[in-house]
Nanobody, 129 residues
Framework: QVRLMESGGGSVQPGRSLRLSCAAS????????MAWFHQAPGKEREGVACIAADGSTNYADSVAGRFTISQDNNEKKLHLQMDNLKPEDTGMYYC???????????????????????WGQGTQVTVSS
């Protein structure tokens, strides 16, 4: 059974940094790709970053150059380093995992929420002065 648990959220001022972590268990990393999603108050969940089985990454335009997704295969953790945070980054952040099909390339990952069925409970990030 896939289990995902986020941590690292908090309240910070604009321009500061936070590092989110997602502890994963119940699956082999090479069989999955993973992603971070952001849900602002009153808005739909948006994929901000994903990482493929081979470590390839993809970012939403809104966070490119400010956020970095990474994974530690030894510790089975997914991370999201968030720098130069802005008020519009406020919201819940969720990690998600998707099992690759035999036809999915190791370099491929998706940021579409419809592709994912395994989710963590989320961690709150608030960016405010």
């Amino acid at each position: 059974q896939v289990r995902l648990m986020e941590s690292g959220g908090g309240s910070v001022q604009p321009g500061r940094s936070l590092r989110l972590s997602c502890a994963a268990s119940g699956f082999r990393y090479g069989d999955y790709y993973m992603a971070w999603f952001h849900q602002a108050p009153g808005k739909e969940r948006e994929g901000v970053a994903c990482i493929a089985a081979d470590g390839s990454t993809n970012y939403a335009d809104s966070v490119a150059g400010r956020f970095t997704i990474s994974q530690d295969n030894n510790e089975k953790k997914l991370h999201l380093q968030m720098d130069n945070l802005k008020p519009e980054d406020t919201g819940m952040y969720y990690c998600a995992a998707r099992r690759r099909s035999p036809y999915t390339s190791v370099w491929f990952c998706s940021r579409a929420s419809s592709e994912f069925s395994d989710w963590g409970q989320g961690t709150q990030v608030t960016v405010s002065s």
